[in-house]
């Protein structure tokens, strides 16, 4: 690497693809901070396809464009660069590093087919990137590592790869390896060395940038001596990987082997996933056309990073579930494209950005649309034909038209008003499905309320048009406690989710507390006497019913049992009564909430042959119900969940000592894989309801948890008694 020429693109014009060999697909991973847009920007000014102020013709930001991420002054949603680098189409996709929108990481990830991790000098690596490169290594995506940040005071390139092969290269340390080493300018004001050059270890050139251009000279003898035992280990580590297997032994017996011969193992290793190495990169300083170490990354993504055609055969079935065969990167084949992002525009409407596996996307074509698989993210299952409208390449807001889009390339379809995040798109004649990718589940709720009667109006719309762009959000209509309610992946994803209703779907809405499906029962048996007897003149109520209510096991609902002898109650009005007493159980007999677990036994009653009525014998029963609880002992019964929590051995103990502070039962702990516990517990649902935040911090970052309903049991008589005054005083 750092020997072959170079060739920019040309900025205002989209680069196009003719062939699936001249794409690569990309996605830059890495923690918040770490400098991933900073470094799509470097790399596209690179690239000729901005202006030195990191601008697309229109003045806009190549990413980071949305008005929410310039408020948040973050990332917030998955983006494409598309650049063109020695005639190769590179689709750059720039993804956040907060952990609420790992749900674009994961679109991110799909689309891809390589992943450049970006890691801070200065910060380190987080938790949550390592389990991210796990996931990449168990699939086997071929992945490279860019430094950045190696301005700041605290950089230290020598230390950061260290950390990286401990990290990245934990099963081979051999397979992580610097491709350049840097070369320090004299020191600046503030006393800080800046990197000002590489020194590449396999060309033993130097590649100077002091000067704002890349200059390519001999290495001094000093600059050579630096390079020596890192150019034998990353010589060692590739033949190492070679398929060549005389090659080690031609090396180790004095063989100085060939600069070409070299790079060609480095790239099919790179390719193949089983080699990964470190480069360097910094933004352009002002003036200055390119980036340090920006042509050597593009030049490595080039080629070393797959071709679309290298990509694994992907799995199809038609949408009723009958098998189909498998569809290769072939722009002839069937048509298969899958909708990795969707969002809306205020002029165009729906945009969906697509990657197609097999066959050719093109303009004004009917193409069949099947979402299956997230029906329990309030994404119905849907089959339906569309027609495509323009096809379009995204740099910044600039969306730039295209006559078609080839198997392997990414780009933006206007006006697929079914298409949700996670489609397929298929042939009208022919259609297919693709799995959906694995989704992280939101666990963290935000109950809202609409702000005015407008607001009301619009509201169902909005939701529905917001879950449709984020299958990592989910929507509840809860029917015990009648709130609306957002599932989120964290607070910054619940206040993105808020923007995006008050700013493009025009919804405002206010947070209100979230409730959790609490239930009542007796605590012991009590009886009760319904009277409603009233005459005013006219047609008469009468009714009178006894009655008796014990507790049953947890689980059995309610039973009613009628023991009336003698037609105390006439037999046409004992189905009334049932339906009095049922009624008022819905509606609860302490704090409002469902009765349940109980056998409600009629023993008894009155009537009159001509006021009596079914309405009269339910509002009996309703009484009857409502004064044995008045007289009895009423339990307020709690959800409780069954929890599983994913967390590195090290944190197992303060995960376990939160579970404990939260009224939560740890029945069972295991191995899950080096290094990793998984921790089950039983414990009540309104004890988590922001532990999706909290088990973040206890973890630092590094913690998952999944959660399903076990059964409700007894709130304690203190936390009972505060909800009830919580209820008496309507809050």
């Given at each position: 690497?750092?020997?072959?020429?170079?060739?920019?693109?040309?900025?205002?014009?989209?680069?196009?693809?003719?062939?699936?060999?001249?794409?690569?697909?990309?996605?830059?991973?890495?923690?918040?901070?770490?400098?991933?847009?900073?470094?799509?920007?470097?790399?596209?000014?690179?690239?000729?396809?901005?202006?030195?102020?990191?601008?697309?013709?229109?003045?806009?930001?190549?990413?980071?464009?949305?008005?929410?991420?310039?408020?948040?002054?973050?990332?917030?949603?998955?983006?494409?660069?598309?650049?063109?680098?020695?005639?190769?189409?590179?689709?750059?996709?720039?993804?956040?590093?907060?952990?609420?929108?790992?749900?674009?990481?994961?679109?991110?990830?799909?689309?891809?087919?390589?992943?450049?991790?970006?890691?801070?000098?200065?910060?380190?690596?987080?938790?949550?990137?390592?389990?991210?490169?796990?996931?990449?290594?168990?699939?086997?995506?071929?992945?490279?590592?860019?430094?950045?940040?190696?301005?700041?005071?605290?950089?230290?390139?020598?230390?950061?790869?260290?950390?990286?092969?401990?990290?990245?290269?934990?099963?081979?340390?051999?397979?992580?390896?610097?491709?350049?080493?840097?070369?320090?300018?004299?020191?600046?004001?503030?006393?800080?060395?800046?990197?000002?050059?590489?020194?590449?270890?396999?060309?033993?050139?130097?590649?100077?940038?002091?000067?704002?251009?890349?200059?390519?000279?001999?290495?001094?003898?000093?600059?050579?001596?630096?390079?020596?035992?890192?150019?034998?280990?990353?010589?060692?580590?590739?033949?190492?990987?070679?398929?060549?297997?005389?090659?080690?032994?031609?090396?180790?017996?004095?063989?100085?082997?060939?600069?070409?011969?070299?790079?060609?193992?480095?790239?099919?290793?790179?390719?193949?996933?089983?080699?990964?190495?470190?480069?360097?990169?910094?933004?352009?300083?002002?003036?200055?056309?390119?980036?340090?170490?920006?042509?050597?990354?593009?030049?490595?993504?080039?080629?070393?990073?797959?071709?679309?055609?290298?990509?694994?055969?992907?799995?199809?079935?038609?949408?009723?579930?009958?098998?189909?065969?498998?569809?290769?990167?072939?722009?002839?084949?069937?048509?298969?494209?899958?909708?990795?992002?969707?969002?809306?525009?205020?002029?165009?409407?729906?945009?969906?950005?697509?990657?197609?596996?097999?066959?050719?996307?093109?303009?004004?074509?009917?193409?069949?649309?099947?979402?299956?698989?997230?029906?329990?993210?309030?994404?119905?299952?849907?089959?339906?034909?569309?027609?495509?409208?323009?096809?379009?390449?995204?740099?910044?807001?600039?969306?730039?038209?295209?006559?078609?889009?080839?198997?392997?390339?990414?780009?933006?379809?206007?006006?697929?008003?079914?298409?949700?995040?996670?489609?397929?798109?298929?042939?009208k004649d022919r259609p297919l499905l693709m799995e959906p990718w694995p989704m992280p589940d939101p666990l963290l709720p935000l109950a809202i309320a609409a702000h005015s009667k407008?607001?009301?109006?619009?509201?169902?719309?909005?939701?529905?048009?917001?879950?449709?762009?984020?299958?990592t959000m989910r929507l509840e209509q809860n029917p015990d406690t009648h709130q609306v309610v957002l599932w989120c992946l964290g607070e910054a994803h619940q206040d993105v989710a808020?923007?995006?209703?008050?700013?493009?779907?025009?919804?405002?809405?206010?947070?209100?507390?979230?409730?959790?499906?609490?239930?009542?029962?007796?605590?012991?048996?009590?009886?009760?006497?319904?009277?409603?007897?009233?005459?005013?003149?006219?047609?008469?109520?009468?009714?009178?019913?006894?009655?008796?209510?014990?507790?049953?096991?947890?689980?059995?609902?309610?039973?009613?049992?009628?023991?009336?002898?003698?037609?105390?109650?006439?037999?046409?009005?004992?189905?009334?009564?049932?339906?009095?007493?049922?009624?008022?159980?819905?509606?609860?007999?302490?704090?409002?909430?469902?009765?349940?677990?109980?056998?409600?036994?009629?023993?008894?009653?009155?009537?009159?042959?001509?006021?009596?009525?079914?309405?009269?014998?339910?509002?009996?029963?309703?009484?009857?119900?409502?004064?044995?609880?008045?007289?009895?002992?009423?339990?307020?019964?709690?959800?409780?969940?069954?929890?599983?929590?994913?967390?590195?051995?090290?944190?197992?103990?303060?995960?376990?000592?939160?579970?404990?502070?939260?009224?939560?039962?740890?029945?069972?702990?295991?191995?899950?894989?080096?290094?990793?516990?998984?921790?089950?517990?039983?414990?009540?649902?309104?004890?988590?309801?922001?532990?999706?935040?909290?088990?973040?911090?206890?973890?630092?970052?590094?913690?998952?948890?999944?959660?399903?309903?076990?059964?409700?049991?007894?709130?304690?008589?203190?936390?009972?008694?505060?909800?009830?005054?919580?209820?008496?005083?309507?809050?």
């Open positions: 690497m750092g020997a072959t020429s170079h060739q920019a693109g040309a900025a205002g014009r989209a680069p196009a693809a003719d062939r699936p060999s001249s794409l690569r697909n990309v996605v830059l991973v890495g923690h918040s901070g770490a400098g991933k847009t900073t470094l799509v920007e470097a790399l596209a000014l690179t690239a000729g396809a901005v202006n030195r102020a990191g601008r697309v013709e229109d003045g806009t930001a190549v990413s980071d464009y949305d008005e929410i991420e310039h408020r948040q002054q973050r990332s917030v949603q998955l983006s494409l660069v598309p650049v063109e680098w020695a005639g190769i189409k590179i689709n750059i996709l720039d993804t956040p590093g907060y952990a609420d929108f790992v749900g674009e990481l994961r679109a991110g990830l799909r689309a891809a087919d390589a992943a450049l991790f970006v890691v801070s000098s200065s910060d380190g690596i987080d938790g949550a990137t390592r389990m991210v490169w796990d996931e990449c290594a168990a699939v086997g995506m071929p992945r490279a590592i860019v430094v950045t940040h190696l301005e700041a005071a605290r950089a230290d390139y020598a230390q950061m790869t260290a950390v990286c092969g401990e990290i990245f290269g934990a099963d081979d340390p051999d397979a992580v390896i610097p491709l350049y080493l840097p070369l320090y300018g004299p020191p600046g004001p503030d006393g800080h060395t800046p990197v000002a050059g590489l020194l590449g270890l396999l060309s033993r050139r130097v590649y100077d940038y002091t000067s704002g251009e890349r200059v390519e000279r001999d290495p001094e003898p000093a600059e050579l001596d630096l390079i020596s035992d890192a150019r034998s280990r990353l010589i060692e580590g590739i033949i190492a990987e070679s398929e060549d297997e005389s090659l080690m032994d031609r090396y180790l017996g004095g063989e100085d082997i060939d600069f070409k011969t070299l790079v060609d193992d480095l790239e099919r290793a790179v390719a193949r996933g089983t080699f990964h190495p470190v480069l360097m990169a910094a933004p352009a300083a002002d003036g200055a056309r390119q980036g340090l170490g920006t042509v050597e990354l593009l030049e490595l993504i080039t080629g070393a990073f797959p071709t679309p055609l290298e990509r694994a055969a992907v799995s199809v079935t038609a949408p009723d579930g009958a098998e189909r065969p498998d569809v290769t990167c072939d722009p002839d084949g069937p048509l298969v494209a899958e909708v990795v992002k969707t969002s809306s525009d205020p002029y165009v409407g729906r945009v969906s950005l697509v990657r197609v596996f097999s066959g050719t996307l093109r303009p004004e074509e009917t193409v069949h649309v099947s979402g299956h698989g997230l029906a329990d993210r309030g994404h119905e299952d849907h089959d339906v034909d569309e027609r495509i409208g323009t096809l379009t390449s995204p740099f910044g807001k600039q969306q730039r038209t295209l006559t078609q889009v080839i198997a392997g390339d990414l780009a933006c379809v206007a006006k697929l008003t079914r298409a949700e995040t996670g489609d397929t798109l298929s042939a407008a607001d009301e109006d619009k509201l169902s719309q909005g939701l529905a048009r917001l879950v449709a762009e984020d299958p808020l923007e995006r209703l008050r700013s493009r779907y025009g919804v405002q809405v206010d947070p209100v507390p979230h409730k959790v499906s609490l239930r009542e029962t007796f605590g012991a048996k009590a009886s009760g006497r319904g009277r409603h007897v009233k005459q005013s003149g006219g047609h008469g109520q009468f009714a009178i019913c006894e009655i008796e209510v014990e507790p049953l096991p947890p689980g059995s609902g309610i039973e009613f049992v009628d023991k009336v002898v003698g037609g105390a109650v006439p037999r046409q009005f004992i189905p009334s009564v049932e339906k009095g007493v049922r009624t008022q159980a819905a509606r609860g007999v302490a704090a409002g909430h469902p009765l349940v677990d109980v056998r409600i036994t009629l023993l008894d009653g009155k009537a009159h042959s001509v006021d009596s009525s079914d309405a009269a014998f339910q509002t009996a029963g309703a009484l009857a119900l409502r004064e044995a609880a008045a007289e009895a002992r009423i339990h307020l019964l709690e959800p409780v969940a069954e929890l599983s929590v994913l967390v590195p051995d090290e944190y197992v103990g303060p995960v376990m000592s939160d579970l404990a502070g939260r009224r939560g039962r740890v029945v069972g702990t295991e191995q899950a894989g080096a290094g990793r516990t998984e921790v089950r517990a039983e414990i009540p649902e309104i004890e988590i309801g922001r532990y999706a935040v909290e088990l973040r911090s206890v973890s630092h970052g590094t913690g998952r948890f999944t959660r399903a309903y076990a059964r409700h049991e007894p709130m304690p008589p203190q936390i009972a008694d505060k909800v009830r005054e919580q209820a008496e005083k309507g809050i």
